[in-house]
Every structure is written in C-alpha cells, then in structure tokens.
C-alpha cells in the first residue's frame, strides 16, 4: 500500500554532482524520520543522511560537507544532493522512510534503490 519509488542516479565523474530524488506515496498518515542509505560492493548497507520531519539532518562523517539532504513533508518526498563525488562514493543508494500508516507506527520502507556510478 506504501511506495518508495527513487530517481537521479548515474554515471558521473569526479568532482561532479547528482541529486536523488524519492517520493513516498500510499496510505500514509505521516513520515517520521526518512533517509537515504547506500551499499557498495562487498561492503554493508550504511546510513547516507537522514532528516526528520522537522528538518533535523544527520550524516556519515564521510560525506559532511559534501552531501545535503532535504525534504517536503507536503508533497512526502526527501532528496539528496551529492557534490564533489568521489569513486569511493558508488553505491547502491536507497531511499527509506519510517511511515505511519492505519495498521503500522513508523514502518520502515525502502525504495528500488538506484546506482550511483563515480568514476573517470
């Protein structure tokens, strides 16, 4: 009933810059925190950034500074702007999202996730 669905990623070379983009829509009553997470090859899931709904941001100390995540609680959506991308940066990025709705509290959701290429 509930959907993440993600858009912006590609290939980019360093330096460059993307923005990710995911739009939660369903019966939703209201999202608390959402964030974005990413997975690279051989390595684990890990947090990106979060932000709560009241605009609290959190994020890995590797992309402080360099990555910003924002949100529209009006229109359910929260992005990411990535700047200065390193290699280090490519990943599987996933959009997530603690959502209440009729029979869940704050029910994670995952978007499809979307690849994030940083290479020359």
């Known amino acids: 009933q509930v959907q993440l669905v993600e858009s912006g990623g590609g290939l980019v070379q360093p330096g460059g810059s993307l923005r990710l983009s995911c739009a939660a829509s369903?019966?939703?009553?209201?999202?608390?925190?959402m964030g974005w997470y990413r997975q690279a090859p051989g390595k684990v899931r890990e947090l990106v950034a979060d932000?709560?709904?009241?605009?609290?941001?959190n994020y890995a100390d590797s992309v402080k500074g360099r990555f910003a995540i924002s949100r529209d609680n009006a229109k359910n959506t929260v992005a990411l702007q990535m700047s200065s991308l390193k290699p280090e940066d490519t990943a599987v990025y996933y959009c997530?999202?603690?959502?209440?709705?009729?029979?869940?509290?704050?029910?994670?959701?995952w978007g499809q996730g979307t690849q994030v290429t940083v290479s020359s």
């Open positions: 932000i709560t709904s009241g605009g609290s941001t």
């Open positions: 997530n999202a603690n959502i209440n709705s009729r029979y869940y509290t704050s029910n994670a959701y």
């Open positions: 369903g019966s939703i009553l209201s999202i608390n925190l």
